[in-house]
């Protein structure tokens, strides 16, 4: 099984077949991004956000290390899953902004990541505090 097709395709967001799945589960905005397989399905245009799409990109490469419809389910339904899989793909977008050099744009997005990562956006399952310690670039 391929780790990350080389056919990335991006649908709208209404468009994601686990959205009500998820729905019952997280609060959802119009920019809340998901993926699955081969297909990112978000509302925004991610030309300028390169670390955003690194992050979507590694969700797709684990997905296919297990099977996207087997992590999906245990995304949604194990926090710890969760946990483990965001602090996975948070930590390889900041990677990829480590890269560019740029001290200050690494500074803005670390916050929020860990803004992002301990919000209600995943459910909780992590603070503020911890999550500057776990995503420390």
Known sequence: MSSVKSDIK???QSEFPYLDDYKKVFPTTDDTI???YDTIYTNKD???YYDVLAHELKHLQRQGKIGAAKWIK???ENSKFRLEEELIAYRHQLKVVKQTGDRQELSHIYIECCQNISSDLYGNMITYPEALK???P
């Open 46 to 48: 991610l030309t300028d």
């Open 10 to 12: 991006i649908k709208p």
């Open 134 to 136: 776990k995503l420390k």
């Open 34 to 36: 998901f993926v699955f």
């Open 74 to 76: 245990q995304y949604i």
